[in-house]
C-alpha cells in the first residue's frame, strides 16, 4: 500500500506558501491517488551526494544547475535536522519493499526532479502500510528556486517522520515541517501566508487540524499555520535547536506489538513527559505568547521571529468602557473547545483608565484558565498575567488609557492529539471594577451575541474601537476553494458533518 503526503502550489500563486492534503490523502480520501501521484518518474541523469546517502534523480524538464540547487539544500537539511538535531536518518527502500516497485532498492533517499500536474509543487510519497516506513519525494522543476531549496527542508522533515511514526496526527506532521523550513531558511517569510489559518481559530484546539475542527469554514492550510506553536515550543521549551521536536517525534513512536491503527502515544504524550513540562500551564503560556504577534508585538516577549500582521490573534472585540458585568454563557462561535481558548479584545480609550475583572466558570466542570495581557504598542512592551486552573477562576487587571487588552479564556482539560474537538461553554463575566454592577456605558449588543456581559462592537469586522486591525477576520474562502477544487471536497462534507453535531449538541 502506498501513502502520499503532498505539498500542493496554488496555480497561478507560485508566492505562497504551498499548502498540503496530508490528512485527507492519508485517510485514502482524495482523488490523487487515481492520478499516478504514487509512481517513480523517469529520470535522465543522477547526482548523488558525497557526504549522505542522497539521491537527486533529473527528468528531462530539470535542469543540471536545478539539480546540483537540490542535492545542496538535501544536504543542508541532512546536517541540520538529523546531524544537527539528532533525528533518525530516512529508513532505506530495502525495509519495506513491497510498497514501491524496483527503481529504487538501496540505502539512498531518492530525490526526484519532474513535473507534476498543475498545482501540485512537491510531493513526499511512503510505502508500505507499516507505522514506519520508506519515502521518496518528487519536486517540480517549475518551482522558483528559492521556494523549492525551502521545500527541500519541509519534504525531508516528511522522510524523517515517516521513519518514526507514519500515523501521527497531520498537524504534527505539518506544523513541524514548515517550523523545519523556518530553522533552515529564516528569512524566508512565505510561511507567513499560512499563520493566519491558525490564528484565526484560537478557540480551537490546539491539536486540531482544518479536516477536523469543522465549527467554521477552516483554512485548509491551518495545520500548516500551527508552525507558530511548534516554534512556540521550542523556543519556550526547547533549545532553539529543533531538538525537543526530535524528542517528541521519538516519544511517539508506537511500539512494534502495538496495534498500527493506533496512534497511542502521541506527540501531546510525549510533551507531557518531558521533564518541567506541565501541559495545562503552557497552553496557558501560549495563549498570550500567541497574542504578541503581529501587530501586537514587542521587545523581549512573544515571537523571536519578526511577524507581521498575518500573525495577528483573531478574537471577540470588545468596548472596555462599556462593560456591563452581567454574566453570559459562550457561544460555540467564540469557543473555547478543549485546549483551546475563548479570546476578547479591546482597547482602552485614550482618556481613561479601565480597571477589569474578568470571571469565568466551566458549564461542563472542566479546568480552566485565564491569561490576560496589556500591550503598551508605542512603547512596545506589554505585561502578562494568568489565573490558577480551576473550573471557576477570576482575574483583576487595570488597563491604562490607550493600551490594548487580549483576554483569553481557555480550556485546559486533558485531551487526546487525536480526539474529535468538544466544545466547553464557559460562564462569563467580564465587568469594570469601577462601576457597580450593570453600569457600563455601552448600549446594544453585536449580531448573535447573547444577552448581557461584555459590549461589542456590532460591526462584524471585529474591529476594536480604537481602530484595532489586529483583530479584523480575514477572508480565507478563496484559498479554500482553490484547494477544494483539487480533490478536497472531503473537507467540505466533513465541516458540514461536524456543524451539524455541534448544531445538535448546542440545541
Known amino acids: 500500500m502506498l501513502c502520499v503526503v503532498v505539498v500542493a502550489l496554488l496555480a497561478g500563486l507560485p508566492a505562497v506558501h504551498p499548502p498540503c492534503g496530508t490528512l485527507a490523502l492519508r485517510d485514502r480520501s482524495s482523488s490523487l491517488f487515481s492520478i499516478g501521484f504514487a509512481d517513480r518518474p523517469a529520470d535522465v541523469d543522477v547526482a548523488d551526494s558525497g557526504l549522505h546517502p542522497l539521491r537527486v534523480h533529473r527528468g528531462a524538464a530539470a535542469s543540471g544547475e536545478q539539480a546540483a540547487l537540490v542535492l545542496a539544500a538535501l544536504d543542508a537539511a541532512w546536517a541540520l535536522q538529523i546531524d544537527g538535531a539528532g533525528n533518525l536518518e530516512p529508513l532505506p527502500d530495502t525495509a519495506n519493499a513491497d510498497g514501491f ?11 526526484y526532479l519532474s513535473p507534476l500536474p498543475p498545482g501540485v509543487g512537491a510531493l513526499t510519497v511512503s510505502g508500505g502500510s507499516g507505522v514506519t516506513r520508506p519515502t521518496f519525494i518528487v519536486l517540480d522543476p517549475q518551482t522558483p528556486d528559492d521556494v523549492l531549496a525551502v521545500s527541500v527542508h519541509h519534504e525531508f522533515q516528511h522522510a524523517l517522520q515517516f521513519a518514526v511514526d507514519a500515523n501521527e496526527s497531520a498537524m504534527w506532521f505539518e506544523s513541524t515541517a514548515v517550523a523545519w523550513e523556518v530553522r533552515a531558511h529564516p528569512e524566508t517569510t512565505s510561511w507567513l ?7 484565526e481559530q484560537p478557540m480551537a484546539p490546539v491539536f486540531t487540524d482544518s479536516v477536523h475542527f469543522g465549527v467554521a469554514a477552516v483554512d485548509p492550510t491551518y495545520e500548516y499555520g500551527a508552525a507558530l506553536f511548534a516554534l512556540y515550543l521550542d523556543d519556550v521549551h526547547g533549545a532553539g535547536d529543533g531538538s525537543l521536536w526530535r524528542r517528541l517525534w521519538l516519544g511517539s513512536a508506537q511500539p512494534a506489538a502495538g496495534d498500527p491503527d493506533d ?52 478574537g471577540r472585540a470588545i468596548l472596555l468602557e462599556g462593560l456591563r458585568g452581567q454574566e453570559r454563557e459562550t457561544t460555540i462561535a467564540e469557543g473555547p473547545f478543549v485546549m483551546g481558548c475563548s479570546v476578547h479584545i479591546g482597547t482602552a480609550p485614550l482618556g481613561l483608565d479601565i480597571p477589569v475583572r474578568i470571571e469565568a466558570s466551566s ?30 477562576v477570576a482575574i483583576d487587571v487595570d488597563v491604562p488609557r490607550g493600551l490594548t487588552l487580549v483576554a483569553s479564556i481557555c ?3 486533558a485531551a487526546d492529539a487525536d480526539d474529535d474537538p468538544v466544545f466547553a461553554p464557559v460562564l462569563l463575566r467580564l465587568a469594570r471594577r469601577d462601576l ?20 461589542v462592537v ?18 480565507i474562502g478563496v484559498l479554500g476553494l482553490l484547494v477544494g477544487g483539487f480533490g478536497f471536497g472531503v473537507r467540505g462534507w466533513r465541516a458540514w458533518k461536524r456543524r451539524r453535531l455541534y448544531r445538535d449538541r448546542k440545541r
Not at 363 to 391: M, Q
Not at 458 to 475: F, I, L, N, T
Request: overall charge negative.
Open 458 to 475: 456590532p460591526d462584524c469586522s471585529c474591529q476594536a474601537s480604537s481602530g484595532d486591525p489586529m483583530v479584523q477576520r480575514r477572508s
Open 436 to 455: 457597580p454592577p450593570g453600569e457600563g456605558e455601552g448600549e446594544g449588543e453585536g449580531e448573535g451575541e447573547g444577552e448581557g456581559d461584555d459590549v
Open 101 to 111: 516497485d524496483d527503481d529504487g532498492g538501496d540505502a539512498r533517499l531518492d530525490v
Open 363 to 392: 458549564v461542563d466542570d472542566h479546568e480552566l484558565g485565564i491569561s490576560v495581557v496589556v500591550v503598551d504598542r508605542v512603547a512596545r512592551v506589554a505585561t502578562r498575567t494568568t489565573s490558577s486552573i480551576a473550573s471557576a
Open 193 to 199: 501566508d499560512l499563520v493566519p489559518a491558525f490564528q
Open 411 to 413: 480550556d485546559l482539560s
Open 263 to 314: 496512534n497511542e502515544p502521541d506527540w501531546l504524550d510525549a510533551l507531557g513527559s518531558e521533564p518541567d513540562v506541565d501541559v495545562p500551564a503552557l497552553l496557558l503560556d501560549f495563549a498570550g505568547w500567541r497574542a504578541l504577534a503581529g501587530s501586537l508585538s514587542v521587545d523581549g516577549d512573544g515571537p523571536a521571529l519578526a511577524l507581521d500582521a498575518r500573525a495577528d490573534l483573531a
